[in-house]
């Protein structure tokens, strides 16, 4: 079925109302604009510039029940993706500065609490 010209593509209308007035919620893929993070031995390491809402909810409920260092984990995880992470993890001589900071970019981002850079 394709859309009529002219026609507000269905990701962009108004969400539908089901019973109750209640919303309908539908997933929307969209590319995801990624910025980088750290370098390392001549590799960008990226993140994505923001996370989706559902990732955001997520992190503020790992650290209401487990506590803000598995909520941080779970974010540098999510962030870097399972290879990226390693890599991280594996760094010798990363000084405390450069990981908290690290650290302190993604939670920030991941919590909605950073604005992207424009």
Known sequence: ????????PAALAAPAEVPG???EL???STPVDREVLFRYQGKAYL????FELGDSL??????RHFGADIAADWAMELALGVDGYAVLRS????SPEKLDAIVAMVTAR???TQVPKA
């Not at 394709?2 to 507000?8: F, P, R």
């Not at 993140?47 to 923001?50: D, E, G, N, S, V």
């Open 1 to 8: 079925m394709g859309e009529t010209e002219g026609a507000v």
């Open 21 to 23: 007035g209640a919303l």
């Open 26 to 28: 539908v997933d929307v």
């Open 47 to 50: 993140i994505p510039a923001a």
């Open 58 to 63: 997520t992190y503020v409920n790992l650290s």
């Open 91 to 94: 760094v010798r001589g990363l």
């Open 110 to 112: 991941v919590a909605g």
